[in-house]
């Protein structure tokens, strides 16, 4: 199987963050220039006190001109910073969108053996969470980390502009400090990172316990499932408690600095002040600017916090991204000779385990001739349902090949291959939203007179016709509306709907009464007239209106034939259909769950 050349790694740290900001770097710019300039007229503000100060020393009255450009000065800053903090939230929705669309575009084309392994709560946690985390990491914490930056030095220079002897011993506090917070930093992102992993971890269980809820109502078992799930709840609380003591430690070197800073300048700028050394005015207005100071170095240690926090979820959401997807590794562009006729299926020599070292099929190798009805039985675990699996794409063969109409599927484009098969899984599942919109999932375009003929056709009438708005009423989560047997008939007219080459059907009649499933029987045949048709066959009616019968057992097929032929040369398909004669009509003949 041939492979790509690998793609570039995707950028980390401070630059995998901006790569994502990059391309709303307009939008980011405006907005924090804005902020700037509202930030950078907050700065004129303890100097045009210090005048104001000045003229009041020097015997004159309050100077109105000074009161009304300070108002002035803080009406506009104001209106400023809302204009700007609006720029960079809008900014920030965009952001977040894109990431969401880009990781659900992802995790919908990653393998089905990545899921298998995975959590689906997790993923929605990856999507929700970490993508809301780095929302705000790439807009609002990169902004203020520049606004307080750019703040910090105007102060600073102001402040030295005031008096350079007590700028210096401002300094001297903040460079303790500063080691001091920067030893802090690593913890902080170390605990996002868990705080981010314990929130997934919660919202993988709670989506178990939701996706078997009725189970666990007739078990009996709520409280036990109450009771896991708030344990993971208490996981996160105790990585939310150690994420919250290092986010405290941060933020308490704000205080710290600004507290110990106005004692010491006030100590001694006090004391030249009494002595004549430092004019009244001077000390005011550098007092006032260490105030102002809190706000950009609260926005430092908040951004850097919050981007450390931005770094975890980044490092989860590159996790989605190195997942492996299912590559077109071996596609080429070709159109098929027999696009609208029957399809071809073979397997040969074909290798495969969920687990590698546990080989389900050691050299499965079997032909289904175009047209008609191949039917698969055998006992369970016997690797049924994992053949449609392959055919589908869904998992690769560790070796051999699979083959439609003579060519490797791995040469064919996914969305051709697939566009091609209609598949009817074991469960029938439908999708919380309106009947229309489960039956046309995958033949969007199909026509009303097309899906009128689909629901005659697989006896959805009496359905449609008791639902209050029809075909536009929803079914409600995983089809609940819908009755078993109904759900399998919407399952069968989606896959007709696409009018397939080749059709899959995984048990799909096994929920159906005697009449419904005569009914779709003959409508299965007529389907066989048309196209392929490989069933896992639950019933003895699917068994005997089969052209072909391949019985499976232990990963090989153990022998092929016709029902008639079967019954007098295969001691197993015997033995099976006996059990069936004794069981009733009901009875499965090899039907498993994973088989």
């Known amino acids: 199987m041939n492979t790509d050349a690998p793609a570039p790694e995707p950028p980390v740290g401070l630059r995998g963050l901006l790569s994502y900001a990059r391309p709303h770097s307009l939008a980011l710019w405006s907005g924090g220039l804005i902020t700037t300039v509202a930030a950078l007229l907050t700065l004129a503000q303890p100097m045009v006190a210090k005048y104001f100060l000045d003229g009041m020393a020097v015997g004159g009255g309050p100077d109105v001109t000074l009161i009304l450009v300070l108002s002035a000065l803080l009406v506009f800053a104001t209106v400023l910073a809302s204009v700007g903090n609006y720029l960079t939230e809008r900014t920030a929705e965009g952001i977040v969108h894109g990431v969401r669309r ?6 919908m084309r990653l393998r089905m053996s990545v899921l298998d392994h995975g959590s689906p709560g997790d993923l929605l946690s990856r999507v929700v969470s970490d993508s809301n985390q780095l929302r705000t990491a790439t807009t609002r914490d990169l902004v203020d980390l520049f606004i307080g930056a750019l703040q910090f030095v105007g102060i600073i220079v102001l402040m030295g502009y005031l008096d350079l002897g007590l700028l210096a011993l401002l300094l001297a506090v903040v460079v303790v400090v500063g080691f001091a917070f920067g030893a802090v930093v690593p913890r902080i992102r170390r605990a996002s990172l868990n705080v981010q992993e314990a929130l997934g971890e919660m919202g993988s269980t709670l989506e178990r316990s939701l996706n078997s809820l009725r189970t666990i109502k007739a078990s009996g078992s709520e409280e036990r499932e109450i009771a896991v799930v708030t344990a993971a709840s ?25 507290q110990v800073s106005f004692l010491i300048i006030l100590g001694v700028g006090g004391a030249r002040a009494a002595t004549g050394g430092l004019d009244l005015s001077v000390l005011v207005a550098f007092l006032l600017y260490l105030f102002y100071l809190t706000g950009p170095i609260t926005q430092l240690t908040s951004s850097i916090s919050g981007l450390q926090a931005g770094l975890a979820s980044l490092q989860r959401i590159r996790e989605v991204q190195a997942m492996p997807n299912e590559e077109e590794t071996g596609a080429v562009s070709w159109t098929p000779a027999s696009a609208d006729r029957p399809a071809s299926v073979s397997f040969r020599n074909v290798r495969f385990g969920y687990d590698p070292q546990v080989p389900l099929f050691e050299e499965l190798t079997f032909d289904v001739p175009a047209g008609g009805m191949t039917a ?77 003929d689909i629901i005659s056709r697989t006896r959805l009438e009496g359905l449609v016709g008791r639902l209050e708005n029809g075909l536009d009423t929803l079914v409600g989560h995983r089809g609940v509306a819908l009755s078993g047997g109904e759900r399998q008939r919407v399952a069968i007219a989606r896959a007709l709907l696409r009018r397939p080459r080749l059709l899959l059907l995984d048990e799909a009649t096994s929920q159906l ?15 066989s007239r048309i196209t392929t048709v490989m069933v896992i066959a639950h019933r003895l009616a699917t068994v005997r209106e089969a052209d072909r019968i391949l019985v499976l057992e232990r990963g090989r097929i153990r022998s092929t034939g016709t029902h008639e032929e079967l019954v007098e040369s295969d001691e197993l398909y015997m033995e099976l259909s ?6 009733a009509e009901a009875a499965p003949v090899g039907a498993g769950a994973q088989g």
């Open 102 to 107: 880009d990781l659900v575009r992802r995790i």
């Open 234 to 258: 208490e996981r996160a609380l105790q990585q939310g408690k150690r994420a919250a003591v290092w986010f405290s430690a941060g933020s308490m070197s704000t205080g710290l600095l600004v």
């Open 376 to 452: 698969f039985v055998g006992p369970s675990a016997a690797g049924k349902s994992t053949v449609f699996s392959l055919v589908e794409r869904f998992y690769e063969p560790q070796a051999g090949s699979v083959r439609m109409d003579g060519r490797d599927i791995t040469e064919w484009p996914l969305d051709r291959l697939r566009a091609g098969i209609g598949y009817v899984e074991q469960e029938a599942p439908v999708l919380s939203g309106t009947l229309r919109e489960n039956l046309l999932m995958a033949a969007p375009e199909a026509t009303e007179e097309e899906l009128a």
């Open 513 to 527: 009464d005697s009449i419904n499933e005569q009914a779709l029987q003959e409508t299965i045949r007529e389907a």
């Open 578 to 583: 006996m059990h069936q004669f004794a069981g």
